[in-house]
């Protein structure tokens, strides 16, 4: 076995898990803030980068192009607590779920509505290509442009991590993912805290989108990156955020290794599957998942 | 005034263990049989036949299946696409392998291939619950269709992974005419919701419920928590595999693994919830609005290009329906989350009380 290659794959594998924690992200928030298992993300990862994009192409400067979006996103966020959140609070978690489902719809849609369904390029100005020194000196290839994607990834756990930590918004987002109506009687109010949560998911997934945007081009395929981020989460846990990053880490090296030393044995594809029977597997040994919180059951 | 219990005694057990124990009801239930049996095979044209009831039906037994997974015994499953796939597709091996064998014989040992897989992927159940459970159903999914795409037996190693269903003979008689494929479906998915029904009443229908409504409690009281749960992944893939051979048979014809992708489990998901949870009434309800849904619409928008003369494209079209459809399930799951079926039984009370409301 050529260890060179085995650490390039292996590199490649751990910075694709960065992107797929990226999007797991989102997830977690919103399912820590209000139980709900949104499975609208990939859509708002979509809208969100398609919505940057589109306006970038119509000359806006990248800058307003990003405040803008935020914007968007931050009401869009707004605008799903009012109108599906709200009306449907105390259902069973499965209606939540499957109205989210419906959201995936209804987003894709619109999105495609307004800016159009043609597939467009992002340009980040970070090139993705293997670093020169690198390949250079120890004859490993990575690209340029997944370290700069760990990096982000990085940044928006610390920054997500402070916001959590040490601010006010925050500590009352603790509270209300810890026991809702303990929240509500110590007086947080539980309505603007669920529309923060699902902006600053909202804002995940302009991150998100913009990464994945700039790695595949900004398609309607990027919906089904919400996929790749399923067994991601259940791997992690669906409470925890560290539990994203160590599950993607976990789910992008597997993967790749999988499919380069166990593909050509099966006749290759697996990425589809392996990932969730991995996670299958390991959810038989530890069924809350990695950081999970451990589920205790009474009668 | 026309429809009430009041008079209607029941003088032995039999009676009392009627589905319908209204008079009323069972003669709108027989009404409903006959036109379904007799009158729309004769008035229905090839396109409501081929191309709107007969997948309706199909979507209805699969629903059924979903359902009594998912809405009886509370184990959330995102794989029912992948069953409806091992059903087609052991039905074509089956008819394609062992020749002598009578259709509805292989339509049900393909039910029964879809049984197994189903158990193996209800063991995690034991271990996990909830969205655990429903991500881990996905790896069925995409593990099943990637195992069709890639093993070549499953589809007689043709190039285009596309098989070609036989032509369904039974008893001699040559099941070809949109009306006779219309039937069959109709009779197979009529005498297995007959069955479903019955099943859900019955103990095991109990112990699947005790364990939806609190498996710590069940198991408390002495239900077996490992046979129930693998019996209802069983039984709902067998209904979803014969739904799945139905789907292939009288309704597609050619059928590639790709037809049972991921939205089509969404979509029964959908009609389960839609129609309601736990209801067999409802798997019909909501197969019957989620199938007519995208037709209707398809109507409201050729009517307003022809009223107002709007020439919509077809891509902004299509994702107006994509925007209407989630609107729609959103707006349903708000309005009655409990489904149609409970609007039904709404509508029932209210109709005993007609006219005279007080």
């Not at chain 1, 209804?106 to 020169?132: A, N, T, Y």
């Not at chain 2, 006779?180 to 479903?196: G, N, Q, W």
């Not at chain 2, 290009?305 to 994509?322: C, I, K, P, Q, Y």
Request: proline share 4%; net charge neutral.
């Amino acid at each position: 076995m050529n260890w060179q290659f085995f650490l390039e794959v292996l590199a490649g594998g751990l910075l694709a898990g960065v992107m797929y924690a990226l999007v797991a992200l989102g997830f977690v928030l919103i399912y820590k803030a209000s139980g709900v298992f949104n499975f609208a993300q990939g859509a708002m990862v979509f809208f969100a980068a398609l919505t940057f994009v589109s306006l970038v192409e119509r000359g806006m400067n990248f800058w307003i192009a990003l405040l803008a979006t935020l914007a968007v996103m931050i009401g869009l966020g707004i605008a799903i607590e009012r109108a599906v959140l709200r009306p449907l609070v105390n259902q069973p978690p499965i209606t939540l779920f499957m109205a989210t489902i419906g959201l995936t719809f209804v987003l894709e849609g619109l999105s495609q509505l307004i800016w159009g369904s043609q597939p467009h390029g992002l340009e980040l100005g970070i090139p993705d290509e293997p670093m020169q020194w690198l390949s250079e000196s120890a004859n490993i290839n990575i690209s340029q442009f997944d370290l700069f994607a760990a990096l982000v990834a990085g940044i928006l756990v610390a920054v997500l991590a402070l916001f959590f930590q040490k601010t006010r918004i925050g500590r009352a987002l603790r509270a209300v993912a810890d026991d809702h109506q303990a929240a509500l009687a110590v007086g947080i109010p539980l309505r603007q805290i669920w529309a923060i949560v699902w902006a600053v998911a909202g804002f995940v997934a302009l991150v998100a989108g913009l990464m994945w945007g700039a790695r595949n081009g900004v398609q309607y395929a990027l919906t089904f990156i919400a996929l790749k981020a399923l067994p991601v989460l259940i791997l992690g846990g669906f409470e925890s955020v560290a539990g994203a990053i160590v599950g993607g880490l976990i789910i992008g090296a597997s993967e790749k290794l999988a499919e380069v030393y166990l593909g050509p044995f099966v006749g290759g594809g697996l990425e589809s599957w392996f990932p969730y029977v991995l996670a299958l597997l390991f959810l038989l040994v530890r069924p809350e998942g990695l950081f999970g919180e451990k589920h205790i059951d009474r009668v | 005034m026309l429809y009430r219990e009041a008079g209607q005694f029941k003088a032995t057990y039999v009676e009392d263990q009627q589905i319908f124990p209204i008079r009323q009801d069972r003669i709108a239930f027989a009404i409903l049989l006959a036109v379904a049996f007799l009158v729309v095979p004769l008035v229905g044209n090839q396109y409501w036949l081929s191309a709107i009831l007969t997948p309706f039906l199909v979507a209805s037994l699969a629903t059924i299946g979903l359902n009594i997974l998912t809405g009886y015994a509370g184990q959330l499953s995102l794989g029912t696409a992948a069953f409806m796939a091992v059903g087609a597709f052991m039905a074509y091996n089956f008819e394609l392998r062992m020749p002598w064998m009578p259709i509805l014989g292989s339509f049900a040992l393909a039910g029964l291939c879809a049984a197994a897989v189903g158990m193996v992927f209800g063991l995690p159940s034991l271990r996990i619950k909830g969205f655990y459970l429903a991500v881990a159903t996905l790896a069925c999914q995409f593990f099943v269709l990637w195992a069709l795409q890639r093993i070549g037996w499953f589809t007689n190693y043709s190039t285009s992974g596309v098989i070609t269903a036989q032509k369904i003979v039974i008893l001699g008689y040559a099941v070809v005419t949109p009306a006779s494929k219309y039937l069959l479906t109709l009779s197979v998915v009529a005498v297995m919701a007959l069955l479903a029904k019955n099943l859900m009443r019955s103990q095991t229908g109990r112990a699947f419920m005790a364990v939806r409504d609190m498996d710590v409690a069940a198991e408390v009281i002495g239900i077996r928590m490992m046979r129930t749960k693998l019996l209802a992944f069983a039984i709902s893939s067998f209904y979803c595999g014969v739904a799945g051979a139905l789907y292939a048979f009288c309704y597609l014809g050619t059928v590639e693994p790709e037809a049972f992708n991921l939205d089509i489990s969404f979509r029964i998901l959908f009609m389960v919830i839609v129609g309601g949870v736990g209801s067999i009434l409802g798997s019909f309800l909501g197969a019957g609005f989620i199938t007519l849904l995208p037709i209707f619409l398809n109507l409201v928008s050729g009517w307003i290009r022809h009223t107002f003369g709007v020439e919509l494209d077809h891509a902004m079209l299509s994702n107006l329906e994509l925007i209407i459809f989630g609107g729609l399930i959103i707006f349903f799951l708000i309005v009655e989350p409990l489904g149609l079926a409970r609007l039904w039984q709404i509508g029932k009370e209210k109709l005993r009380l007609w006219p005279f409301p007080h």
